[in-house]
């Protein structure tokens, strides 16, 4: 299924499934900031509403699947969509709405970001989420983005839901990534944020292994929306016409910026800052 291509020059968009996040550090409304930070036009289905600050989730209440499907079906019926992201789905009903939706669009790519928990420990999914992702998502998916510890989880749900694997080689990344490819998407990005390592590594996996590894500064304090903010700058670049791995480094680049530039608003996390450029362009007309 496709639209009607635009009668103007539109720049590239991107349709969003995520929830909800009033601090403006994650959810939909980190991906709407970096979206628009890199050129392209967000569309927003929202998948569920949160109470939260940026210390943590206070509550969480989903949207129902069919106004979730209703949202993204009529957008998609009225503009042409460049790139799929997918962030927290809300419920096992929802997954199943967002996964019907993407298999009518096989050709546009799909990055799932898996927000399994916040940077809290808040859980955002439960095992009977996560087998839905594993289910239905994972084998539409492009490219999926998890940190170090949701590829162990996601692993290790698939390993138990298929009664098979060695648990020896449950703490091992690389075999994470292999299972996760097996089960259907084509490239993982595990990043190593939460890994003890002096810098923070986050490695990209195809189906013949590892095909670029990036190191980053490992940058203090930390982060609300970083997942969110990668997740959707690859995106931002693949609906620009970058191919996969030019639009995994140059993501990654963009983040580390955003990063570097964050700001604390309140008494939790940092926020990234994803106007971060403007903010020099500033600076470089006030030394003029």
Same mark, same amino acid.
């Given at each position: 299924?496709?639209?009607?291509?635009?009668?103007?020059?539109?720049?590239?968009?991107? @349709? $969003?499934?995520?929830?909800?996040?009033?601090?403006? +550090?994650?959810?939909?409304?980190?991906?709407? &900031?970096?979206?628009?930070?890199?050129?392209?036009?967000? &569309?927003?289905?929202?998948?569920?509403?949160?109470?939260?600050?940026?210390?943590? $989730? /206070?509550?969480?209440?989903?949207?129902?699947?069919?106004?979730?499907?209703?949202?993204?079906?009529?957008? @998609?019926?009225?503009?042409?969509?460049?790139?799929?992201?997918?962030?927290?789905?809300?419920?096992?009903?929802?997954?199943?709405?967002?996964?019907?939706?993407?298999?009518?669009?096989?050709? =546009?790519?799909?990055? @799932? %970001?898996?927000?399994?928990?916040?940077?809290?420990?808040?859980?955002?999914?439960?095992?009977?989420?996560? #087998?839905?992702?594993?289910?239905?998502?994972?084998?539409?998916?492009?490219?999926?983005?998890?940190?170090?510890?949701?590829?162990?989880?996601?692993?290790?749900?698939?390993?138990?839901?298929?009664?098979?694997? %060695?648990?020896?080689?449950?703490?091992?990344?690389?075999?994470?990534?292999?299972?996760?490819?097996?089960?259907?998407? #084509?490239?993982? &990005?595990?990043?190593?944020?939460? /890994? !003890?390592?002096?810098? $923070? =590594?986050?490695?990209?996996?195809?189906?013949?292994?590892?095909?670029?590894? %990036?190191?980053?500064?490992? &940058?203090?304090?930390?982060?609300?929306?970083?997942?969110?903010?990668?997740?959707?700058? =690859?995106?931002?670049?693949?609906?620009? +016409? =970058?191919?996969?791995? /030019?639009?995994?480094?140059?993501?990654?680049?963009?983040?580390?910026?955003?990063?570097?530039? !964050?700001?604390?608003?309140?008494?939790?996390?940092?926020?990234?800052?994803?106007?971060?450029?403007?903010?020099?362009? #500033?600076? #470089? $007309?006030?030394?003029?």
């Amino acid at each position: 299924m496709t639209a009607t291509p635009p009668t103007n020059d539109a720049p590239p968009i991107v @349709l $969003v499934f995520a929830a909800s996040d009033p601090t403006g +550090g994650a959810g939909l409304q980190a991906d709407i &900031l970096t979206l628009a930070s890199l050129g392209c036009h967000p &569309l927003s289905v929202v998948t569920a509403i949160t109470v939260q600050d940026t210390a943590g $989730v /206070e509550g969480i209440l989903p949207i129902d699947a069919e106004w979730v499907a209703d949202q993204a079906r009529t957008l @998609l019926e009225d503009m042409p969509v460049a790139a799929f992201k997918i962030g927290m789905p809300g419920s096992v009903e929802s997954i199943a709405a967002i996964a019907e939706v993407i298999a009518d669009y096989p050709d =546009i790519p799909v990055i @799932l %970001d898996p927000v399994l928990a916040s940077g809290r420990g808040d859980a955002f999914a439960d095992e009977e989420m996560i #087998e839905a992702l594993i289910g239905l998502l994972l084998p539409q998916t492009t490219l999926i983005t998890p940190n170090s510890l949701e590829a162990r989880r996601l692993a290790q749900e698939a390993r138990e839901e298929a009664d098979a694997g %060695d648990a020896a080689h449950s703490d091992d990344l690389a075999h994470c990534a292999h299972q996760l490819i097996a089960l259907g998407c #084509e490239y993982v &990005l595990i990043t190593g944020t939460h /890994e !003890g390592t002096p810098q $923070v =590594i986050n490695t990209l996996y195809g189906s013949h292994g590892v095909i670029r590894t %990036d190191r980053w500064e490992r &940058l203090p304090g930390s982060y609300h929306g970083s997942g969110c903010t990668l997740a959707s700058a =690859i995106a931002a670049h693949l609906a620009n +016409g =970058i191919d996969m791995t /030019e639009a995994i480094r140059g993501a990654q680049e963009y983040t580390w910026h955003t990063l570097a530039a !964050g700001f604390r608003p309140g008494m939790g996390q940092f926020i990234p800052d994803r106007m971060f450029w403007s903010q020099e362009d #500033e600076e #470089e $007309v006030d030394n003029t």
